[in-house]
C-alpha cells in the first residue's frame, strides 16, 4: 500500500513569493496534519483536518493555510514567504483525530515531506 | 499548551549496550506519547506509542514507559545496532484536540560497531 505522498520533494523560492504544498493520505486515512520541521528541530504543528474541516491550528501566522479536498488530500499554502519559512513541511495521516468523542488515538503517519528553501 | 522537553540531545553508545531517551512533558491531559525514528533525510517513522492507561509498552527491543504522576515517559532500546542510529523524537497528544502531537527537541543517537 501507498504511504503518505508529498508533492515537490523539493522547492526553492524568494522572499514575498508563495507556495503551494501538496499532500495524499494513506488510502482510508480522513485526517492529515501538517507540520513544519526546522532543521535541527522537532517537527512543530501547523494544521490539522478532518472530513475538510479545519480541526485544529498551531502558532502559525494568518500567511499560512491549508485545505482538505473530498478526496481527502491535501494543500498547504504559505504566502509572503520570510526566509525563515525554510523548513522539512512534513504531512501527516491518520484514520481520524483524536477526541470527536472517540476513546482511542490514532496514530500518525509522515510524508517523506516538501524541502522549502527561500532565498 | 503543551511543553516537551527530551534528554539527552545526544547519546553515543557501543553496539549491543542499551540506549535510554527521557521525556517530560507539563500537560497532565496529554494521553497519547509516540516515538519516532527519523535517519537522515527521511520521513519521522512511528516505532512504538502509549497511552496513559498503560505504563508500559514492548516491542522486540523496544520498550517506552510512562509514569503519569511525574509527567515523563522513556524510551528504551536493548541490544542496540548501528542501524539503530537515527534522530529520534518523543511526542504528547492531548485527548480532544485533534491530532496536533507537540514534540520533544530530538535526541540523536550513535551506534558504533
Known amino acids: 500500500d501507498a504511504g503518505v505522498t508529498q508533492s515537490p520533494t523539493h522547492l526553492i523560492k524568494t522572499r514575498g513569493q508563495h507556495v503551494t504544498l501538496r499532500c495524499s493520505p494513506i488510502s482510508g486515512h480522513k485526517s492529515v496534519s501538517w507540520y513544519q520541521q526546522v532543521l535541527g528541530q522537532g517537527p512543530q504543528f501547523i494544521f490539522q483536518y478532518y472530513e475538510k474541516e479545519e480541526r485544529g491550528r498551531g502558532n502559525f501566522p494568518d500567511r499560512f493555510s491549508a485545505r482538505q479536498f473530498p478526496n481527502y488530500s491535501s494543500e498547504l499554502n504559505v504566502n509572503a514567504l520570510l526566509l525563515g519559512d525554510s523548513a522539512l513541511y512534513l504531512c501527516?495521516?491518520?484514520?481520524?483525530?483524536?477526541?470527536?468523542?472517540?476513546?482511542?488515538?490514532?496514530?500518525?503517519?509522515f510524508g517523506d515531506g516538501t524541502r522549502l528553501s527561500i532565498l | 499548551g503543551e511543553n516537551v522537553e527530551q534528554h539527552p540531545s545526544t547519546l553515543s553508545v557501543q553496539e549491543g549496550d542499551s540506549a535510554v531517551i527521557k521525556c517530560t512533558y507539563s500537560d497532565s491531559a496529554s494521553n497519547y506519547f509516540p516515538w519516532y525514528k527519523q535517519e537522515l533525510g527521511k520521513r519521522p517513522q512511528l516505532i512504538i506509542d502509549?497511552?496513559?492507561?498503560?505504563g508500559e509498552k514492548k516491542d522486540q527491543r523496544i520498550a517506552v514507559t510512562l509514569n503519569k504522576t511525574a509527567k515523563h515517559f522513556s524510551l528504551h532500546i536493548t541490544e542496540t545496532q548501528p542501524e539503530d542510529s537515527a534522530v529520534y523524537f518523543c511526542?504528547?497528544?492531548?485527548?480532544?484536540?485533534?491530532?496536533?502531537?507537540?514534540f520533544g527537541g530530538g535526541t540523536r543517537l550513535m551506534v558504533k560497531p
Open positions: 502509549i497511552r496513559s492507561n498503560v
Open positions: 501527516a495521516s491518520s484514520p481520524r483525530p483524536q477526541g470527536l468523542g472517540y476513546m482511542s488515538n490514532q496514530p500518525q503517519h
Open positions: 511526542a504528547a497528544s492531548i485527548n480532544n484536540a485533534g491530532n496536533m502531537l507537540t
